[in-house]
C-alpha cells in the first residue's frame, strides 16, 4: 500500500510570510500524480496544486508553488505573501496510474496550517 | 452549475439500522469516489469507481458498499452502520487525472456528517 507522509501536525506564519509544508511518500510506481489540497474551517476540500510525476518542471499556481524531489520521494509546498485565507488544513495526496493500488487517491494525515495577522 | 452534491449533509442514526448516503455530479465525471475523514487520520478512500458498472475497493471498504448504475449517481450503503462508523463522508468526482484543465476536473462533495449511536 502507498503512504503519505505528513511530519508537521501544526504550523504558523505571518501574514505576508512564506511557509513551507512537507510531505514525503512511499512508492515502487513511476507513473503518478501528486496534489496537495486545503481544508478550510468550511470543511470543503479544494485543489490547491497538482504535479505530475513525469514532468521535472515544478507545479506553480499564484502564490503556491511546489518542489518535488522524485528521487526522495518529497512534495513540499511552498506558500508565498500568506494570506489570512490561507488558514486551513492541508493534505498531500498521491494517486498511482499504474500498479498495485493504481487510481486509488491516497492522503496524508494533513497539517494544519494558521496565519497570524 | 458544475457541483457534487451529497444527501443528507447531516445524519443521526442507530446501530443496524440500513442507510444510505447519495451523490451525484452532473459533469459527466467518469470516475468517482468515497471517503471518509477521522480526526489525526486524515481522508481515506472507501470506494471508487472508473466508470459505470466498475468498482473497486479502497483503504477501508469494510462495512460499506456501492453502486455505479448511473454515471452521475454514486451512493454510499452502510448496511448495518455501526459506531466505529461515525464520520465526516466525502464524495468526490474527475473526468480523467490525465486530461487538462486539470483544475476544473476535481470536485469534492460538501460533505455528510454522519453519527451513529
Known amino acids: 500500500a502507498q503512504t503519505v507522509t505528513q511530519s508537521q501536525p501544526e504550523m504558523s506564519v505571518q501574514e505576508a510570510e512564506t511557509v513551507t509544508l512537507s510531505c514525503t511518500y512511499d512508492t515502487s510506481e513511476s507513473n503518478y500524480y501528486l496534489f496537495w489540497y486545503k481544508q478550510p474551517p468550511s470543511r470543503q476540500m479544494i485543489l490547491v496544486i497538482r504535479q505530475e510525476a513525469y514532468k521535472q518542471q515544478n507545479a506553480t499556481e499564484n502564490r503556491f508553488s511546489v518542489n518535488f524531489q522524485k528521487a526522495a520521494k518529497s512534495f513540499s509546498l511552498k506558500i508565498s505573501d500568506s494570506q489570512l485565507g490561507d488558514t486551513a488544513m492541508y493534505f498531500c495526496?498521491?494517486?498511482?496510474?499504474?500498479?498495485?493500488?493504481?487510481?486509488?487517491?491516497?492522503f496524508g494525515k494533513g497539517t494544519k496550517l494558521s496565519v497570524i495577522p | 452549475e458544475a457541483q457534487v452534491t451529497q444527501n443528507p449533509r447531516y445524519l443521526i442514526t442507530v446501530t443496524g439500522k440500513k442507510l444510505t448516503v447519495t451523490c451525484s455530479q452532473n459533469?459527466?465525471?467518469?470516475?468517482m469516489s468515497w471517503y471518509r475523514q477521522d480526526p489525526g487520520l486524515g481522508l481515506r478512500q472507501i470506494y471508487y469507481s472508473m466508470n459505470v458498472e466498475v468498482t473497486d475497493k479502497g483503504d477501508v471498504p469494510e462495512g460499506y458498499k456501492v453502486s455505479r448504475k448511473e454515471k452521475r449517481n454514486f451512493p454510499l450503503i452502510l448496511e448495518s452502520p455501526s459506531p466505529n462508523q461515525t464520520s465526516l463522508y466525502f464524495c468526490?468526482?474527475?473526468?480523467?487525472?490525465?486530461?487538462?484543465?486539470?483544475?476544473?476536473?476535481?470536485?469534492f462533495g460538501p460533505g455528510t456528517r454522519l453519527t451513529v449511536l
Open positions: 459533469m459527466n465525471h467518469e470516475y
Open positions: 495526496a498521491f494517486f498511482p496510474t499504474s500498479g498495485a493500488g493504481s487510481y486509488q487517491l491516497t
Open positions: 468526490a468526482s474527475s473526468l480523467s487525472f490525465s486530461a487538462a484543465p486539470w483544475r476544473d476536473e476535481q470536485f
